[in-house]
Nanobody, 122 residues
Framework: QVQLVESGGGLVQAGGSLRLSCAASGRTIINYVMGWFRQAPGKEREFVATISWSGGGTSYADSVKGRFTISRDSAKNTVYLQMNSLKPEDTAVYYC???????????????WGQGTQVTVSS
């Protein structure tokens, strides 16, 4: 059984930083693509970032490029999302996901975490 558990969310002022973690069990993350998505109230889920099997390939949504960094620690079987220069529009529930394809479409990911709330105050 694959499980993804996110942590690290919270309340931060605009301009601040947070680091989200996603601990995986039941799947060795170096063999799979890992991604981060988010969903704000009243909006559809959107792609944030993804990292390839090897960790050498990353992709970001234009809205977070230059501010967010996705990384992985194979020894801990954990993927991270470092979020800097946070803006109120980054407020959302952030979800970790794992799949087989290096893609931005949520439908290509087969396991999801429960989400962690990030709130950015102005």
């Amino acid at each position: 059984q694959v499980q993804l558990v996110e942590s690290g969310g919270g309340l931060v002022q605009a301009g601040g930083s947070l680091r989200l973690s996603c601990a995986a069990s039941g799947r060795t993350i170096i063999n799979y693509v890992m991604g981060w998505f988010r969903q704000a109230p009243g909006k559809e889920r959107e792609f944030v970032a993804t990292i390839s099997w090897s960790g050498g390939g990353t992709s970001y949504a234009d809205s977070v490029k230059g501010r967010f960094t996705i990384s992985r620690d194979s020894a801990k079987n954990t993927v991270y999302l470092q979020m800097n220069s946070l803006k109120p529009e980054d407020t959302a529930v952030y979800y970790c996901a794992t799949g087989h394809f290096f893609a931005v479409l949520g439908g290509t990911y087969d396991y999801w975490g429960q989400g962690t709330q990030v709130t950015v105050s102005s």
